[in-house]
């Protein structure tokens, strides 16, 4: 194994797993998920610009979790489950432990798509714009559009559930 591709797996583990939990909903499912992409970056990784690894590993990662959402062909449920014993790193780490973390967890993960990625690869994983774009093969103004719109769902809820 390369000292180069171990690096990418150390720095972006984390990162794709976070992705794959939030739109599979299933700890077991994000793993096989994550470990399917790190293979595809295996077999590619003397085709992709090392500048590219980060933005086209989380789109590989996203791509194969609708996958696997399709091939279900059943409507995914929240499962409150998937969030027990949840370590919580970067912007979310504050939140985590307060009931609303709770609540925000569960509003994102009962987002549609591609509302959930957008929420999870630009907030919670804070990709850059220009990144999220080219992950979910959107361009620039639908991001932020669409962004946009999930956060106010977000706003709408919390709304909801504020006395």
């Known amino acids: 194994m390369s000292k180069q591709?171990?690096?990418?797996?150390?720095?972006?583990q984390d990162q794709a797993w976070t992705v794959a939990r939030y739109i599979l909903k299933d700890e077991q499912e994000a793993e096989d998920a994550t470990q399917e992409a790190f293979v595809k970056l295996w077999n590619k990784q003397d085709q992709i610009d090392p500048e590219r690894i980060r933005p086209w590993l989380m789109k590989?990662?996203?791509?194969?979790c609708l996958d696997r959402l399709r091939r279900r062909r059943v409507n995914v449920e929240f499962d409150e489950s998937y969030m027990?014993?949840?370590?919580?790193?970067?912007?979310?780490?504050?939140?985590?432990?307060?009931?609303?973390?709770v609540w925000l967890k569960r509003a994102?993960?009962?987002?549609?798509?591609?509302?959930?990625?957008?929420?999870?690869?630009?907030?919670v994983n804070q990709h850059s714009y220009e990144e999220v774009a080219g992950m979910l093969e959107l361009n620039l103004a639908q991001v932020?559009?669409?962004?946009?719109?999930?956060?106010?769902?977000?706003?709408?809820?919390?709304?909801?559930?504020?006395?």
């Open 5 to 12: 591709y171990r690096q990418w797996v150390k720095e972006y």
């Open 60 to 64: 590989v990662t996203r791509n194969g």
């Open 84 to 101: 027990a014993g949840e370590e919580v790193s970067g912007p979310m780490q504050g939140a985590a432990a307060t009931e609303t973390g």
């Open 108 to 123: 994102i993960a009962g987002l549609k798509e591609p509302y959930r990625s957008l929420v999870v690869l630009r907030d």
């Open 144 to 163: 932020k559009t669409y962004l946009h719109r999930a956060r106010k769902q977000l706003r709408e809820q919390l709304a909801e559930v504020r006395p």
